[in-house]
């Protein structure tokens, strides 16, 4: 039972243009969400976070957008760049004790090409 | 400030033959973590620490898998005996702790390849 889904395994734009990154989840009782960065042989970089009190952060080129009704994030970055090329991980968990564990998706490698 | 400290960074072993790995988390942070990423999926909890208790082993297979933070710092985590599908990514992450915020910080990860 995969509770957090990346849908979409690749994504690949252009330098410049925008890059949105889907995620889907099923548990209700999520109420923080997070985007990590992967680089091969590099464990996960903390990218942006939101809490479900809120339906969008921003930090810089990174915008993460939440539509509770939906069980749906999306990570909007603009305007890409190469260096941006990695594998986005999206995470969930509730809140308090064991709740803070965090349930990945299975990913979404983008490539931003030059 | 220094990051997640982890050890080895690759280590490969025959079935049945056990290993250990290191951590190190960041200074302060309360809450420490073992994952598990196998090629192709997401990290899968397997422990969690607070200070120096367990909080939460429910996904650790304990029959082959142990793990301990002693002091509330450092922590290790065994495998014994090993088995082919134990082959992955073992990372380890921390948290200062407290309510709000979840940020968790990742150290680089142990690649164990069982043959």
């Known amino acids: 039972d995969q509770q957090v889904k990346q849908n979409s395994p690749s994504l690949s734009v252009q330098e410049g243009r925008i890059s949105i990154l889907n995620c889907d989840y099923t548990?209700?009782?999520?109420?923080?969400f997070l985007w990590y960065k992967k680089y091969p042989a590099e464990g996960p970089t903390f990218l942006i976070s939101i809490s479900s009190i809120k339906d969008k952060n921003e930090d810089g080129r990174f915008t993460v957008f939440l539509n509770k009704s939906a069980k749906h994030l999306s990570l909007h970055i603009v305007p890409s760049q190469p260096g941006d090329s990695a594998v986005y991980f999206c995470?969930?968990?509730?809140?308090?004790?064991?709740?803070?564990?965090?349930?990945f998706g299975k990913g979404t490698l983008l490539t931003v090409n030059p | 400030e220094a990051g997640v400290a982890q050890s080895p960074r690759y280590k490969i072993i025959e079935k049945r033959q056990s290993v250990a790995f290191w951590c190190n988390p960041i200074?302060?942070?309360?809450?420490l973590y073992w994952y598990q990423q196998i090629l192709g999926q997401g990290p899968k909890l397997l422990i969690q620490f607070q200070n120096n208790g367990v909080v939460d082993d429910s996904q650790l297979p304990k029959d082959r898998f142990s793990a301990e933070r002693l002091k509330g710092v450092d922590s290790t985590l065994k495998i014994q005996p090993a088995k082919l599908e134990d082959s992955a990514v073992y990372l380890c992450a921390s948290r200062k702790g407290g309510g709000g915020k979840n940020e968790q910080y990742f150290g680089p990860g142990t690649r164990l390849t069982v043959t």
């Open positions: 200074s302060g942070h309360a809450t």
């Open positions: 995470a969930a968990s509730g809140s308090g004790g064991s709740n803070y564990k965090l349930t």
């Open positions: 548990n209700s009782m999520f109420d923080y």
